[in-house]
């Protein structure tokens, strides 16, 4: 499985949850920090956010990528360095 879709996969299910209770934890749990309990739940939602922003900037990174590869194979393929004008969509001129 490509690793673009491990972390699609993973980070929902795995990483942002392990994040929120991590979140909880270090909120219940270290000293200095005084914490209603009806928090918690805001506390677990903000760690869980925490942990899919990075993932979903990598995701679009790692698709960004993948389209350069794209292009660079596509003008490869044509020996010129230009891409055809059926694969830009721009019809041609007459």
Do not use: C
Not at 63 to 70: G, I, S, V
Not at 80 to 89: F, K, L, Q, R
């Amino acid at each position: 499985m490509p690793l673009n879709r491990i972390v699609a996969v993973l980070t929902p299910l795995v990483f942002a949850p392990l994040a929120g209770v991590t979140a909880t934890w270090a909120a219940k749990n270290l000293p200095g920090v005084a914490l209603p309990q009806e928090k918690i739940e805001e506390i677990f939602i903000a760690g869980a956010l925490i942990a899919l922003a990075p993932a979903l900037q990598w995701l679009h990174g790692w698709q960004k990528y993948e389209q350069r590869q794209h292009e660079t194979l596509t003008r490869a393929a044509t020996g010129s360095g230009i891409v055809p004008m059926a694969e830009t969509g721009v019809p041609p001129l007459d």
